[in-house]
Nanobody, 124 residues
Framework: QVQLVESGGGLVQAGGSLRLSCAAS????????MGWFRQAPGKEREFVAA????????LAADSVKGRFTISRDNTKNTVSLQMNSLKPEDTAVYSC?????????????????WGQGTQVTVSS
């Protein structure tokens, strides 16, 4: 089992930046591909970005490409999401997730473990 704890959320003005972190504990972190998802009030959960086990391959939603960057540090068991040029429509609860799949995926149902989430609010 893997436990995931997110941090770094908060309130920021449009155009600003935030860096989210997700700390993992439990099983070997490098065995898991990692993803970030978000869910805004009244909306379905949405894929944001994913990264492969060794951090070589990344995947990002079109809505965040060029603004958000996912990275990981397997020596510290962490995955991060650097969010720049934030927009009000980025407001949501952001959650990290872990999957044993060999290929990174944007499908939430493929992820085995989830964190509780951290709130990101972008004001206009």
């Amino acid at each position: 089992q893997v436990q995931l704890v997110e941090s770094g959320g908060g309130l920021v003005q449009a155009g600003g930046s935030l860096r989210l972190s997700c700390a993992a504990s439990g099983r070997t972190f490098s065995n898991y591909a990692m993803g970030w998802f978000r869910q805004a009030p009244g909306k379905e959960r949405e894929f944001v970005a994913a990264i492969s086990r060794r951090g070589i391959t990344t995947l990002a939603a079109d809505s965040v490409k060029g603004r958000f960057t996912i990275s990981r540090d397997n020596t510290k068991n962490t995955v991060s999401l650097q969010m720049n040029s934030l927009k009000p429509e980025d407001t949501a609860v952001y959650s990290c997730a872990a999957t044993l799949d060999l290929v990174i995926t944007r499908v939430s149902g493929r992820y085995d473990y989830w964190g509780q989430g951290t709130q990101v609010t972008v004001s206009s």
